[in-house]
Every structure is written in structure tokens, then in C-alpha cells.
DNA sequence: AGGTTATGGTTTGATCTCAAACTACTTGGC
DNA sequence: GCCAAGTAGTTTGAGATCAAACCATAACCT
């Protein structure tokens, strides 16, 4: 019973849930309103956030949790999520990669990654290999398969970022990243 | 068997793990090592990021990440995670709110919250109560050992958020975190 | 009123992730 | 050669999260 775990599909996050779409267009009134005790706050959009909204912790993780999903919705049709994506595209430019190196390179531990690799090699997206020299660790590289449906995914890709230029501003965009790049690495 | 599920504590993730402090320290002459098929890339911090390496996608999940880890680093000791955290401040912020309201306001889903305020309810950190005039809403508000809880956090969340600041370079803050908020708000 | 529709919260089932324990192979010292 | 220490991957156990199905109450409509 070892495999069958991680099976791709429908782990697709980000489709959208029958209570949401509703969301709050009444409840303001009278009816569902859930009233603060305060002052006179409503509840619509006017929840105050206090100091979470200058944090960078939580912004990021809003942001982060914001894009992933609409990453998901984007390449759901491919029938990959975010991660697979990561995963192909480092395998792709580093055919001979092993799991450890590869965990390290997309920031999450090995043991997650098992189920990951396992499902996509039952899929004939990519090949492991043991190697010669070291009977413990594999060697990863793409399919053909694999190239068809990295490139599918760089297709949602390269329309995801350019919906992320569109808010970012392609002028702050290398700051951005650079930023970014600076706080991956430093709080560790 | 409803309950006992949220339990606090433990999920402070970001701790260290046997396998990684050794890191890379000799995997890189020829023991370990795995030696690309292409040209001779080494294979320490060489890997080829391709198109990852300027996507916004990939370096927000990384950057989150790591802040995360951090975050939980540092909180480990108060005994609550990141996500905790969160929640009181809004509750403490808002009193009375529902936890349809809580749950969007931290963008996550309302049925994930479920375990994590009956843990709270039940290590007494807030109060649950039903509204007079809608029977099935609660209405949460911290107690006093709940502020007590936040104001510790506060302390290390301050803390972390100045290590931030130390990457980000107060200049740039302002604007990174407008950034990161355009894109939350943007991408749904 | 009585039924339909909406809404707050919980349950259930799936995926993902981490961390620690474990197995198999490797290296290095003796 | 043999044993101790290290390293690659896997297993296992726990937590977080989402989404859809569900229950109870509330609002709306005729």
C-alpha cells in the first residue's frame, strides 16, 4: 500500500465554493450582520485589521495564498497545480537532479516530495534512475511527456505573470522580486 | 469525536530537522554529489532556476515560506503559530465578530477554522457565544488570558517584522507591502 | 402561514507539508 | 576487511487547508 498517495488532479485548490460566491451582499443590512459591539463599525469590507495591516508576514501570505490560487484555476485544465509545476520546470533545466537536491532547490522537505515524484513517474512524466556511483540516489529527468506538459504549463505560466504585471507594474517588478529573493534568503 | 483535532503546540513548524543542518558542506566534492549530465555544473547552489528564477509566483511561495518558518521560530516558545495569531488579532481588533467574517478576513476557508476555535474555546484564549438575533452565528471575543496570549505574540511578531525590515530596508517597505496587498486583493 | 432560498457553522474526505524514525548504501578510519 | 558515521530516500504520524455535503436557523415570497 506503499504508493497511490500523492495523486495529482485534484489537488487543484482554487475552483471556487458554492457558499462563497454569494458572499456578503445582504448580510449587511439587518439580516446576517453580525454587529461589533463597539463603536458603530458595519462588517461589510470595514474589519479592522490593526497592525496586520502594515506586517509584511501577513501580507505575504495573502498575496502568496492569492496567486497560488489563481495559479491553480490557470493550469487546472493542464491537470498540474503550482507545485508539479516548480518541480518539472527545475528537473527540465537540471536533467540528472536528485530528490534531496531538488527538495532543497524548491524549499520543502524530501519526505514530501516522495509522493510527488512517485505520481509523476506512474505517469510517465519523468525518469528515475539509480546511479552508478551511488546506489542510494536517483537521477531525474523529463519524458517527452514531461516536455509536453512543462510546456503546457509555462503557457498558463507566462499568462499568470503577465496578469501579476498588470497589478505590479512592470516598472517595480525587478525591485519586487529582488525583495523577495533578499527575504527567502535571509530568514533562514 | 468532533473536537480534539486543532491542537495547538506541536504545529509550530519551523524548527529544524535532523537531515538539514548538515546541509551541503561536502556534498560537494565527489561524494554525494550528482553531477549534472550537461556541461559541468557543480551542483552546490548551482542549480538552474530557468524562468523560475524571475517569476513572481515562485519567489512570493519561497519568500512566504521562509517568513513563515521564522515566524514560527520565534512564536514557538508563546506556544502559538502563525495562524493563531492572525485570529487573535482580529478578534481582539474586532470583537463580536462571526467566524464566516474571521475566515475571510484571513482568506481562509471558513470550515478550517472550525478546529482552531474550538482548540482556542477550549484552552480558554476566546469566548464563543451565540447571537440573540441570529441563533446559529457566534460572536468571539478575546479574554483576558487570550490578550495576555496576543500580547506576547505581539512582542515576537514585532521582533520578526524588524528582522524583516533589516532585508527589506525600511525605504522600500511602504511600498512592497502596497504591492503585496495590490496582488491580494487583485488576483481573485 | 408554508415553502423556497440563503446563510453560519460543522463534518468529511482529500492533498500537502513537515519532522522524526527508519532502511539501504557509502565513506573513512583503524 | 570491518565498523562507525554520514547521506539518499521512504515511512509514519500529525497538522493545516480546501471543497463539497450537510444541519440548523433565518429571510423572503406568495
Redesign the interface.
Known amino acids: 500500500m506503499t504508493s497511490s498517495r500523492g495523486t495529482q488532479g485534484a489537488g487543484v485548490k482554487g475552483v471556487k465554493?458554492n457558499?462563497r460566491k454569494a458572499r456578503?451582499s445582504k448580510s449587511q443590512g439587518k439580516?446576517?450582520g453580525?454587529?461589533?459591539?463597539?463603536s458603530g463599525?458595519t462588517?461589510a469590507g470595514s474589519?479592522?485589521?490593526?497592525?496586520?495591516a502594515?506586517?509584511?508576514?501577513?501580507?505575504?501570505?495573502?498575496?502568496?495564498?492569492?496567486?497560488?490560487?489563481?495559479?491553480s484555476h490557470l493550469s487546472q485544465e493542464v491537470g498540474e497545480g503550482?507545485g508539479r509545476f516548480?518541480t518539472l520546470?527545475?528537473i527540465?533545466?537540471?536533467?540528472?537532479?536528485?530528490q534531496t537536491?531538488l527538495s532543497?532547490?524548491t524549499?520543502r522537505?524530501?519526505s514530501s516530495l516522495t509522493p510527488v515524484i512517485e505520481d509523476l513517474v506512474r505517469r510517465r512524466l519523468i525518469e528515475r534512475k539509480r546511479?552508478d556511483h551511488?546506489r542510494r540516489?536517483y537521477?531525474l529527468s523529463l519524458t517527452a511527456a514531461g516536455q509536453k506538459t512543462l510546456a503546457s504549463l509555462?503557457r498558463a505560466?507566462r499568462k499568470?505573470?503577465r496578469?501579476?504585471d498588470?497589478?505590479?507594474g512592470a516598472r517595480?517588478?525587478t525591485?519586487?522580486?529582488e525583495?523577495?529573493?533578499?527575504?527567502?534568503?535571509?530568514?533562514?
Open positions: 465554493s457558499d456578503r439580516a446576517g453580525v454587529r461589533r459591539s463597539k463599525e462588517n474589519i479592522d485589521f490593526g497592525p496586520l502594515t506586517w509584511v508576514g501577513f501580507n505575504l501570505r495573502m498575496a502568496q495564498e492569492a496567486t497560488f490560487q489563481a495559479f503550482p516548480a520546470t527545475l527540465a533545466r537540471n536533467p540528472g537532479l536528485s537536491e532543497q532547490a524549499g522537505d524530501k546511479l551511488d540516489a537521477c509555462m505560466a499568470h505573470e496578469n501579476l498588470r497589478l505590479i517595480d517588478r525591485q519586487f522580486i525583495i523577495l529573493k533578499k527575504i527567502a534568503a535571509g530568514m533562514r
